[in-house]
């Protein structure tokens, strides 16, 4: 009996020896544990940090690519103002009051000729008093040459209004267009 409280006692002590054997092992594993638990953290933490640092600089390429484009709308928006103020400084009425000017004068013209025309035609017949005078042949030449200046003035003007008008209204079509735009 005694051999087996002896045998018990050494399987007690076994047992214990075990058991802190187990309780040191245990302990091991829960330090490699939060070790790991650690490591796996810093890792979240890191690729979390790198994340956000790349979303902030695609960000800011992104403001600054915004920016920059910003900045060239800006200029555009100056530069059809420029234009508007352009068209509208062009003193579009003051040509079309000369135009106008510039017509009435050349019926006027063609008016005073016709009617030297008449004259000189009826008056052929008619004694050498009412026959109109050397000077007046050379007048009604100027007369002509000054109405011939004046047709090719306003052709020029009718060229230049035209043009004008095209330039506005292809500024309009642009202006409509940019007003879609936004």
Not at 130 to 143: A, L, S, Y
Request: proline share 1%.
């Amino acid at each position: 009996m005694n051999e087996f409280f002896k045998q018990m006692e050494a399987e007690v002590e076994q047992n214990v020896v075990d058991k802190q054997f187990t309780d040191i092992e245990w302990k091991n594993l829960l330090i490699k544990n939060e070790n790991l638990i650690v490591d796996c953290l810093s890792n979240e933490l890191l690729y979390s940090v790198m994340n956000n640092v790349n979303t902030v600089s695609r960000s800011s390429e992104l403001h600054d690519a915004y920016t920059v484009e910003q900045a060239h709308c800006l200029e555009l928006e100056a530069e059809i103002s420029k234009l508007k103020h352009k068209i509208q400084k062009d003193d579009h009425s003051e040509m079309i009051k000369r135009f106008s000017n510039l017509e009435i004068d050349h019926v006027n013209l063609l008016l005073k000729y016709q009617n030297l025309k008449e004259r000189f035609g009826n008056n052929t017949s008619q004694p050498s008093q009412d026959t109109p005078k050397f000077d007046t042949v050379f007048e009604i030449n100027k007369m002509k040459d000054s109405l011939q200046g004046k047709d090719n003035a306003i052709r020029k003007l009718k060229e230049k209004i035209s043009q004008m008008n095209e330039r506005r209204s292809e500024a309009d079509h642009i202006l409509d267009f940019k007003a879609l735009d936004f």
